[in-house]
T-cell receptor, first 113, second 109 residues
């Protein structure tokens, strides 16, 4: 079956703009994670959804970041008033239930100019 | 907060030499998972260890989980060019997965 997909694969935006990043998890996976990864670093946890609800959003760096998963499948990560420091690869992962084996999407490379 | 320390950050080896990376958690883990990320790629799941003292093998890769379930290691025997990449451990504590910073395996030319 299809794996985790993310769109767009690349996003270039200007400082101060709003962006949305989309994640399509593996069908039937109830758990969905957002991470961001800077060059040479491990994935940095942002938020974890179990179904439609955010079970843990403690990794969101500030209130410019917000994520939704209204129907328990597709999720959107929203970043307001982007800053240059937001530039990174944003990874989405899904797992069947909870923090089990995670299957990662290819990521969205966000560049804020 | 909870942390998983992973060392070394980099390891340069000649092809055919062995490679080892170590992870140490500040708290007892429910399980530990290992992932491999190729250059330009995304993390790919390798294995999960659950039991205290567990040892699992995948061909040339040997994974260990410590008796106290706070540390783990990955050992690759006789490295090949296909092993190049960054290896991450990720420990589960409650419902969180806490990631190490990764060890980059570099094959010397």
């Amino acid at each position: 079956g299809a794996g985790v997909s993310q769109t767009p694969s690349n996003k270039v935006t200007e400082k101060g703009k709003y962006v949305e990043l989309r994640c399509d998890p593996i069908s039937g996976h109830t758990a969905l994670y957002w991470y961001r990864q800077s060059l040479g670093q491990g994935p940095e946890f942002l938020i974890y959804f179990q179904g439609t609800g955010a079970a843990d959003d403690s990794g969101l760096p500030n209130d410019r970041f917000f994520a939704v998963r209204p129907e328990g499948s597709v999720s959107t990560l929203k970043i307001q008033r982007t800053e240059r420091g937001d530039s990174a690869v944003y990874l989405c992962a899904s797992s069947e239930t909870g923090p089990d084996t995670q299957y990662f999407g290819p990521g969205t490379r966000l560049t804020v100019l | 907060g909870q942390q998983v320390m992973q060392i070394p950050q980099y390891q340069h080896v000649q092809e055919g030499e062995d490679f080892t990376t170590y992870c140490n958690s500040s708290t007892t883990l429910s399980n530990i998972q290992w992932y491999k990320q190729r250059p330009g790629g995304h993390p790919v799941f390798l294995i999960q260890l659950v039991k205290s003292g567990e040892v699992k093998k995948q061909k040339r890769l040997t994974f260990q989980f410590g008796e106290a379930k706070k540390n783990s290691s990955l050992h690759i025997t006789a490295t090949q060019t296909t092993d190049v990449g960054t290896y991450f451990c990720a420990g589960q504590s409650n419902y969180q997965l806490i990631w190490g910073a990764g060890t980059k395996l570099i094959i010397k030319p």
